[in-house]
Nanobody
Framework: QVQLVESGGGLVQAGGSLRLSCTAS????????MAWFRQAPGKEREFVAT??????HYADSVKGRFTISRDNAKNTVYLQMNSLKPEDTAVYFC???????????????WGQGTQVTVSS
């Protein structure tokens, strides 16, 4: 079992930056692939980024602007978001699973989400 808690969301102007954190407890953190997904109002949840070991993969919409990283000693995964756009506004969720995937059903554990709002 893994429990995930996100933090770091908030309100930011377009062009600004935020760093989200997701801290895990329970099982051995380093064994899991970690990912970020997001859900905008009225839309389905979508893949943002994933990381297993040192291998990362990003959605095209965030490539070059967002960076996923992890600190296994702190059981924490981060999402550094730069050059934010109003269309990045969403609830951001972290997820843990056995393999990296863009498919949300491949992840076994989810956090409660943190709101990111980007004003124009």
């Amino acid at each position: 079992q893994v429990q995930l808690v996100e933090s770091g969301g908030g309100l930011v102007q377009a062009g600004g930056s935020l760093r989200l954190s997701c801290t895990a407890s329970g099982d051995t953190f380093r064994n899991y692939a970690m990912a970020w997904f997001r859900q905008a109002p009225g839309k389905e949840r979508e893949f943002v980024a994933t990381m297993r070991g040192t291998t990362t993969h990003y959605a095209d919409s965030v490539k070059g602007r967002f960076t996923i990283s992890r600190d296994n000693a702190k059981n924490t995964v981060y999402l550094q978001m730069n050059s934010l756009k109003p269309e990045d506004t969403a609830v951001y969720f972290c997820a843990a699973g056995p393999i990296s995937s863009v498919i949300e059903s491949r992840y076994d554990y989810w956090g409660q989400g943190t709101q990111v709002t980007v004003s124009s």
